[in-house]
């Protein structure tokens, strides 16, 4: 049975809530900045996952509608919504059917999963007026040493579609699907025409994995979810034994890049 890319993660929901990394504070604190919403202000969220970002907009007020289309990534988000104000909708954003609109409209690691024609204007079709559409993603770094180079010489023996992917590392988050903020999205986001100038932030931060739980972070991929089984259990072994015999830990930096547009007022 053909797997769509997009609804893998559902398969390995508790291992994302597990491993996939949050986002700093500071990237929150420049959305309500930039919105001036207070608590108790509704919020539409796109993809929530297993609630990731959820947790963080309950926890400064916001009553939260948040939309997934994974039975597991709504169990887990439910759990977390249970604590504050909010639901939890099983469906894809492009799906939903229901007519409320909201001040904030925001999406984390999710925004280049919905449908590319159409993304900009069903989010601008949520939104009240003046209010503002926040993407946000973590783009990891792969900077030079002996473990980022064990590690990719595994992906160059044991799968190298994905190490011949501009992105496609072990630490990609999802290996050419997630386009830079800096460019293509932020260009898109201004050439919709259905927001005003589109301000972006940068959050640098850095993670620090072993062995066992980096080789988890990929299992969370979809392209790796997508591997033959016996060909991603080569490469996962392949990864936890160049970190295993490079230290035993591999530092990622990642850029949490943050993406605001205001809709027009009227």
């Known amino acids: ?34 919105t001036g919403l207070k608590p108790g202000a509704p919020v539409l969220e796109i993809g929530c996952g297993p609630g990731t970002a959820t947790a963080a907009l309950i926890a400064r007020g916001f009553d939260v509608t948040a939309l997934d289309p994974g039975e597991g990534m ?3 988000a439910r759990a977390i919504v249970a604590s504050g104000r909010g639901r939890v909708i099983e ?11 909201f001040p904030l409209v925001v999406a984390g690691q999710s925004f280049h999963w919905v449908d590319p024609d159409r993304r900009f204007d069903l989010a601008a079709d949520r939104l009240l007026p003046g209010g503002v559409l926040a993407i946000f993603a973590n783009h ?8 980022h180079e064990a590690i990719q010489t595994v992906y160059a023996r044991e799968a ?3 190490a011949a992917q501009p992105s496609g590392s072990a630490a990609a988050i999802e290996p050419g699907r997630a386009p830079s903020i800096r460019s293509g999205l932020h260009a898109a986001f201004e050439r919709s025409a259905r927001f005003g100038a589109v301000t972006a ?14 080789v988890e972070l990929m299992q969370t991929q979809s392209d790796h979810r997508l591997l033959p ?8 072994a392949g990864i936890a034994d ?13 850029d949490a890049r943050l993406l605001l547009g205001r809709a027009p007022a009227r």
């Open 140 to 147: 990891p770094g792969h900077p030079p040493g002996p473990v």
């Open 1 to 34: 049975m053909s797997r769509e890319q997009r609804l893998v993660f559902d398969e390995a929901a508790e291992l994302y809530a597990r491993r996939r990394p949050g986002y700093p504070a500071a990237l929150f604190d420049a959305v309500v900045s930039f």
């Open 201 to 214: 932030h940068c959050f640098p931060w850095t993670a620090r994995y072993d062995g066992p739980a980096y």
């Open 160 to 162: 190298p579609r994905l």
């Open 91 to 101: 469906t894809l954003f492009e799906d939903w059917r229901d007519v409320a609109r």
């Open 229 to 236: 089984p016996e060909v991603a259990a080569r490469l996962h």
């Open 242 to 254: 160049a970190i295993a015999t490079h230290g035993g830990e591999v530092e990622v930096p990642y």
């Open 74 to 76: 709504c169990r887990l």
